[in-house]
């Protein structure tokens, strides 16, 4: 089989002597796991070894693959610019996985590169493979901001890929874990932190890919962790296939979680296809929201829909209670996909003739002009999950303590800036982060004076 292994990494800077300058001795376990690693990554001798890195270029909609011949890079910036590499680039493989993945309907490709530079994420652990081994191609990989799934079935074109050259090939994902361990670590401490090192490091050693796939997006921004997506990549690439964990290390000595493992491919397993099993689940949610659906958000539905499907507005259907009807309000739309935000678009103040004309202005809105992401698409449209948001009259407040994140919503302004942001969403836990996210987002610095407001909502889900 030309995919020979595959290797979960930690890519620290500072586990490197020459910028360590003795702080690596802290974190010798880790160091002595990969040392291992790289000597069993020998023995398997690949022709070509593939990097997940998770420092490398990132888009938010665009898995970025190594283009050119070939590339170098140091670790200048960490201070020991001797320490560099240079490695010619498996390009016979590269151009099957771009052919793969274009096939299979995956943004990625080698368009659009900033830095040719090969980034930490790879020379960490190449640092250790070149020690035992030299020779052998390189494939450079990033992560983007696509959902888990998508991760996953790029790692099958990988699969496909390697298996269409015949390269003897290795994976190395490479990616730390939670950087909220402790009070003094790079982004302090989070309760998500620990527990998810925790979470994710059993899934390492039990195998269980299906729990790589099915984080909650807020539990892991909160954790701070930075490997996720570079693990799930390499779960794609091991899709139906029987692994055995060996699970070597974990560390968080420096408020950053270190783990390593590795996975020996020992035959096939139909029951190890977890991006069919996602995709199966997610059906059935959906299935099962679209079910439930009330008349507000039926109503957000068609409307996008049949805007896209048409590139007509819906015209406002009949049998619509008098309550959408006969009331005006503001109304936020919310579109999520694969459990992440897909769009979402709302107005303060009612600006249609009725809460009905609101909810089928914003969805077209959310769908097709929220500035932060690409129009939906119609091949989308199955797999969006709505809310709707209908907001009471805001009143003047004159205190944070009058807030409160899960029955309030905010509003802060100062002369023409303006930030709105809804009550009770995931990860927003108190009045002074709701504050402060508010603020961000109208433009005006925390020191300055403004005004706020509060609201309540009725969400329509």
């Known amino acids: 089989m030309p995919l020979l292994g595959t290797f979960i990494v930690p890519h620290p800077p500072v586990i490197i002597p020459e910028v360590g300058g003795g702080s690596e001795k802290d974190i010798q376990v880790t160091t ?62 590269v151009s099957a996985l771009d ?44 992560i983007a901001g696509l959902s888990a799934l998508e991760h996953y079935r790029f790692g099958q074109c990988i699969k496909k890929a390697i298996a269409q050259t015949g390269r003897r090939t290795v994976i190395i994902a490479s990616g730390d874990l939670s950087h909220r361990l402790k009070e003094d670590g790079p982004y302090g401490l989070t309760k998500e932190g620990p527990q998810f090192d925790k979470q994710i490091t ?58 390593v493992c590795s996975y020996q491919i020992i035959g096939e397993d139909d029951s190890r296809r977890f991006g069919d099993r ?31 499907q048409s590139e007509r507005p819906l015209k406002r259907p009949e049998g619509l209670s008098a309550d959408l009807l006969h009331k005006k309000a503001g109304v936020f739309v919310s579109l999520k996909k694969d459990g992440r935000l897909r769009g979402c678009i ?48 805001a009143e003047p407040i004159s205190s944070i303590e009058q807030l409160d994140a899960k029955r309030y919503g905010v ?13 009770n969403l995931e990860g927003v836990n108190t009045p002074e982060e709701q504050v402060a996210i508010a603020l961000q987002k109208a433009g005006i610095p925390a020191h300055e004076d403004y005004d706020m407001e509060r609201f309540e909502v009725v969400r329509h889900k």
């Open 32 to 93: 002595d796991a990969y040392q291992k690693v790289a000597q069993n990554l020998a023995v398997l001798a690949p022709e070509t070894i593939i990097v997940i890195s998770s420092h490398s270029i990132m888009y938010g909609d665009y898995i970025h693959i190594s283009p050119g011949s070939s590339a170098r890079g140091d670790l200048d910036r960490f201070g020991a610019k001797k320490v560099s590499l240079e490695k010619d680039y498996d390009t016979a493989l």
């Open 99 to 142: 052919k793969e993945a274009k096939r299979a309907g995956i943004a990625a490709g080698t368009l659009g590169e900033k830095e040719a530079a090969l980034d930490h994420g790879v020379l960490v652990p190449l640092y250790f493979v070149e020690k035992y081994y030299h020779d052998y191609q390189l494939v450079r990989i990033s």
């Open 202 to 259: 059993e899934a390492m050693a039990q195998g269980d890919f299906m729990r790589f796939l099915t984080f909650d997006e807020d539990f892991t921004e909160a954790a701070g962790e930075c490997g996720l997506r570079s693990f799930i990549v390499m779960a794609g690439a091991l899709d139906g296939l029987a692994v055995k964990p060996d699970f070597l290390s974990y560390e968080g000595t420096f408020g950053v979680g270190y783990a």
């Open 278 to 308: 996602l995709e199966k689940e997610q059906f059935t949610k959906l299935t099962a929201a679209r079910e439930a659906e009330d008349e507000y958000v039926r109503l957000a539905r068609m409307s996008l829909e049949t805007y896209l």
């Open 346 to 393: 709302g107005t303060i103040e009612p600006v249609q003739g009725c809460i009905a004309d609101e909810i089928i202005r914003n969805a077209i809105s959310a769908g097709t002009e929220d500035p932060r992401f690409e129009a939906v698409t119609e091949e989308e449209l199955a797999s969006l999950v709505y809310s709707i948001d209908v907001l009471s009259p």
């Open 411 to 423: 509003i802060v302004t100062r002369g023409r800036r303006r930030g709105l942001l809804l009550p």
